[in-house]
Nanobody, 123 residues
Framework: QVQLVESGGGLVQPGGSLRLSCATSGSIFRINAMGWYRQAPGKQRELVARITSSGSTYYADSVKGRFAISRDNAKNTAYLQMNSLKPEDTAVYYC?????????????????WGQGTQVTVSS
């Protein structure tokens, strides 16, 4: 079972910055893509940024130019650098990973989620 643990959330003033980290554990063979999603109160979970194993990235329009996703393939870790934060960025941020793992059944695919980390942007 592949597990993800997010860290780095907190309270920040508008215009400030935070860096989220997503650490993985388990019998990982390969991670194809890692992503950051967020869910604000009363809203659906939305994709914020995603990065593939080759380094291709995707960003939601609302965060383009402000957020940057990166990953350390050797450590199977992803990061989300968030700059120029706005109150509307307030949400629980979740890490997601898809790929292949070693299991008793051999190599199987997986989709895993972290527990989430709260980001609050407020003065």
């Amino acid at each position: 079972q592949v597990q993800l643990v997010e860290s780095g959330g907190g309270l920040v003033q508008p215009g400030g910055s935070l860096r989220l980290s997503c650490a993985t554990s388990g019998s990982i063979f390969r991670i194809n893509a890692m992503g950051w999603y967020r869910q604000a109160p009363g809203k659906q979970r939305e994709l914020v940024a995603r990065i593939t194993s080759s380094g291709s990235t995707y960003y939601a329009d609302s965060v383009k130019g402000r957020f940057a996703i990166s990953r350390d393939n050797a450590k199977n870790t992803a990061y989300l650098q968030m700059n120029s934060l706005k109150p509307e960025d307030t949400a629980v941020y979740y890490c997601n990973a898809v790929g292949f793992q070693q299991s008793d059944l051999g190599m199987t695919d997986f989709i895993s989620w972290g527990q989430g980390t709260q980001v609050t942007v407020s003065s």
